[in-house]
């Protein structure tokens, strides 16, 4: 019976927790007429939901598939047994480890005032053509290769699947760059409101589709790689890891660079790797 209690104690806690999401309000300085720091708030834009745990809290949820937020106690009204609920959650566990590679794409001629124009720099297919082998080195058996929609990011995974044979390719136009919620520091030259409420939104929803434990069907770990853009992976990496999402501006990606995600059947993120260009020669390295 206290084992039932607990568990129904817990469940709500996190059906509770489950609804916020993982934006925060900032507080910067902003200086007054008399000199001082003025705290300044930043709203979490409309789209995201209420406000997420304190700044070091981890939360278990985040993706919402912790097997005590997909139990349902309640139904039909039934009080399951000790045994009959513990193995209701073990249905729910995840089993497997995702590894999840974000590419950002080579470079590309910026100049072009069309997008589908914004094509591959002869610097660029090279730098491809270096990701491509370097994650054919690893050994490792892909599952499929995801990319953005945008020209210089089909480019890339053209060059890249060259280097993987038998890997399917799907598009997504949810992984296009843009720009995800305003940075903290701002920056005066950056977007517009109703830039980041678009993007954002979009953005967003490729975090929540693509980055989340394994499905408790998948038996053995899998091997996924993410062809997209700067923006898209440095808001999605801090997504991952429960940091605040307004600091994506202050990483920084090199063109073809390797970041690597690990998401285990718990729901623990960890980074391996950001921006990872160590095997391309100092001569091929661009940051465009």
Sequence with gaps: MAFRQALQLAACGLAGGSAAVFFSAVAVGKPRAGGDA????????????????????WDPNWDRREPLSLVNLRKRNLEPGEE????????????????????????????????????????????????????????????KIVHSSMTRAIETTDIISKHL???????????????????????????????????????????????HRADTKQQEDSYEIFICHANVIRYIVCRAL????????????????ITHLVVRPDGRVALRTLGDTGFMPPDKISRS
């Design 38 to 57: 003025e705290p300044r708030v930043v709203e979490p834009p409309a789209w995201a939901g209420a406000a997420r745990p304190g700044p070091g809290v």
């Design 84 to 143: 009959e609920l513990a193995s209701r959650l073990d249905h729910y566990k995840a089993k497997a480890t995702r590894h999840i590679f974000l590419i950002r794409h080579s470079q590309y001629h910026v100049d072009a005032s069309l997008e589908k124009d914004r094509t591959l720099t002869p610097l660029g297919r090279e730098q491809a053509e270096l990701t491509g082998l370097r994650l054919a080195s690893l050994g490792l058996k892909f599952n």
């Design 165 to 211: 044979p038998g890997v399917c390719k799907v598009s997504t136009d949810l992984l296009r760059e843009g720009a995800p919620i305003e940075p903290d520091p701002p920056v005066s030259h950056w977007k517009p409101e109703a830039v980041y409420y678009e993007d954002g939104a979009r953005i967003e929803a490729a975090f929540r589709n693509y980055i």
């Design 242 to 257: 429960q940091f605040p999402p307004e600091g994506w501006l202050r990483l920084s990606l090199n063109n073809g660079s």
